[in-house]
């Protein structure tokens, strides 16, 4: 993964980075919701699920109909400037983008979850890569490794734990500390926690409910039980 100071201090990376999700984006702004996100959404409706915070930037579960979202890691469908701050719609940027580079194309071998296209070139010193109005550089607007996740996310994620009363994990390992951290939170101040995941997590320990199996046909299933 590109860490941010890479990103930032290196016009050769931001060209990389943004022919790799200019290639890829079709896809992942076409992707629609699964059973799952669309269960958490009925649960919030049911008034089952207080707040979502989730580590996901491809803001499916908005899409889905959940409403009380912190996004922890940011959305891929803004665009920020480093410099002056203002936001641009993604689908916005990719105009730009397409306009910039008329002649410019590679094909697309695998995708990841992130938008990160592996494309069939690994030549980007042609691709043009606009800037904002201010002259700033423009960085998809999620945290990248070597960031930190902005207090505000932090501290709103941490309020929607003291007004709960239990912490459900759905389809995270919690390897990384950004949402480990909420899991220490629940535990230190009494709250079950139920971990739903296919694999091992690393908060397993800390457990008052865990579940192995596919996080769609579960939550789908207490969704409609409920509902």
């Not at 629609?32 to 803001?59: F, I, K, S, Y």
């Not at 960031?147 to 919690?174: D, M, T, Y």
Request: include cysteine; hydrophobic fraction near 40%; charged fraction near 25%.
């Amino acid at each position: 993964p590109m860490r941010f100071a890479q990103f930032a201090n290196h016009d050769r990376n931001q060209q990389r980075y943004w022919a790799q999700s200019f290639s890829g984006w079709e896809r992942i702004s076409a992707a629609t919701p699964n059973e799952g996100h669309v269960a958490l959404a009925e649960l919030e409706r049911l008034e089952r699920v207080h707040t979502l915070v989730t580590q996901n930037v491809d803001m499916l579960h908005q899409r889905a109909g959940s409403r009380k979202v912190v996004d922890l890691h940011g959305v891929l469908h803004r665009v920020r400037c480093l410099s002056c701050g203002k936001a641009t719609p993604r689908d916005d940027f990719q105009v730009q983008l397409r306009d910039a580079n008329p002649e410019w194309h590679a094909a697309v071998r695998r995708l990841a979850p992130d938008g990160d296209a592996k494309l069939s070139r690994d030549d980007f010193e042609t691709f043009v890569v606009p800037r904002c109005r201010c002259g700033g550089t423009l960085k998809p607007d999620v945290v990248f490794f070597g960031e930190s996740v902005p207090k505000a996310r932090v501290n709103a994620a941490h309020r929607a734990i003291e007004e709960s009363g239990a912490l459900l994990v759905v389809g995270s390992s919690l390897m990384v500390y950004s949402g480990y951290r909420f899991a220490l939170a629940a535990s230190k101040s009494g709250k079950p926690i139920a971990i739903l995941n296919r694999g091992r997590t690393r908060a397993d320990h800390l457990a008052t409910l865990r579940l192995r199996g596919d996080c769609s046909e579960l939550l789908g299933g207490v969704a409609s039980a409920l509902g």
